[in-house]
């Protein structure tokens, strides 16, 4: 059954640093999104993105937030200047078309100290 | 007003018995409903979509959605101990077009052997 995949799995980086996150969304699908998830917090909504172009954002993805698909298979996320708060796991999540049904990869475990 | 809001505490239900969720939702304009199972440290897993009026059933497992009422349940019948985990109630916020999923904080199930 195909599945959303997400490099890495965890990820520690300090302070100010740039990180991109790596998401292989499932092939024949359309509509991709990030989402993050604080340690004990619910799941928040990050950005869409369709047809190449970011479709909505949420205050979250300010600046320091860009995505992008650099080929036909990946989906990228890179935070420019991480701070502690960014700490969380962030989830790749993937759709086709119709039906509406989002699907989440495992995810990846920020950790910034 | 929360987006969505799943305001039980902790369920804790005996092998076998049925576990009984409930979510509420603010925009009227949604029309994508879905349940997600997140074991802890893992990724939400899809486990049922609901779209009309009424109950939907998969397995062991029943969605029910009304739409007047902005409410959505989820009954899991003869629960197992596979079946502790939290439970997220989602959303799509906006028109089909527009599909940013608003989570609630999740309900965690308990299922006592």
């Known amino acids: 059954e195909p599945e959303v995949t997400q490099t890495p799995s965890h990820q520690v980086t300090q302070m100010g640093q740039e990180v991109i996150l790596r998401c292989v969304p499932i092939s024949n699908h359309l509509y991709f999104y990030w989402y993050r998830q604080i340690l004990g917090q619910k799941v928040e909504f990050l950005v869409s993105f369709y047809n190449n172009e970011i479709s909505e954002k949420s205050e979250i993805f300010d600046d320091q937030f860009s995505v992008e698909r650099p080929d036909g298979s990946n989906f990228t996320l890179k935070i420019r200047s991480t701070k502690l708060e960014d700490s969380a796991m962030y989830f790749c999540a993937s759709r086709s078309g119709t039906p509406y049904e989002q699907y989440f990869g495992p995810g990846t475990r920020l950790t910034v100290t | 007003q929360k987006e969505v809001e799943q305001n039980s505490g902790p369920l804790s239900v005996p092998e076998g018995a049925i576990a009984s969720l409930n979510c509420t939702y603010s925009d009227r304009v949604s029309q994508s409903f879905f349940w997600y199972r997140q074991y802890s440290g893992k990724s939400p897993e899809l486990i049922m979509s609901?779209?009309?009026?009424g109950d939907k059933e998969d397995g062991r497992f029943t969605a029910q959605l009304n739409k007047a009422s902005q409410y959505v349940s989820l009954l899991i019948r003869d629960s197992q101990p596979s079946d502790s985990a939290t439970y997220l109630c989602?959303?799509?916020?906006?028109?089909?077009?527009?599909?940013?999923?608003?989570f609630g904080k999740g309900n965690q199930v308990v299922v006592i052997p």
């Open positions: 609901i779209y009309s009026n």
């Open positions: 989602a959303v799509n916020q906006g028109d089909y077009g527009n599909n940013r999923l608003a």
